[in-house]
């Protein structure tokens, strides 16, 4: 986990407004909003690196309610498409959702349905193996 989030942070784009990582107040009002708790890799994942801007995937955010990768709102979308109830989105990528599941690992829901893709264990190597290797 320490690895994946220095390599995030090195990889960091600088932007004119930047993100703002949220405090745990941010994440229960989130989990509120969607009525689901988020597993402890996932709130790490959201107190850490959700700052971060980096390539053309965009993880959900906690922090501000007006973004467009707020998880509430990214989570509305995803269930209003056929994503499980059961499932959290963690990121948006051209109409396909990664998601977290009860287990906390990251599943890819595409074209109406779960892939048959062997999942990521957790939040961390999907960023390893997903996000920082989509540039």
């Known amino acids: ?29 989130a989990e509120e909003q969607i009525m689901l708790s988020l597993d402890g890799e996932f709130r790490q994942f959201l107190l850490t690196v959700s700052d971060v801007i980096y390539g053309t995937l965009e993880p959900v ?23 499980s109830r059961e499932l959290i989105p963690l990121c948006e990528d051209r109409g396909s959702y990664y998601c977290t599941n009860e287990a906390g690992e990251v599943i890819l829901w595409k074209d ?3 892939t048959e893709d062997e999942p990521w264990s957790n939040v961390w190597q999907w960023a390893e193996g997903v996000w920082l290797n989509n540039y």
């Open 1 to 29: 986990m320490e690895s994946v989030i220095e390599e995030l942070r090195a990889c960091n784009e600088k932007v004119p407004v930047p993100l703002e990582l949220p405090d745990m107040d941010d994440i229960i009002d």
């Open 61 to 83: 955010t906690v922090a501000d309610p007006n973004s467009h990768t707020y998880l509430p709102e990214v989570a509305a979308m995803a269930w209003s498409l056929g994503v």
């Open 112 to 114: 109406g349905e779960v």
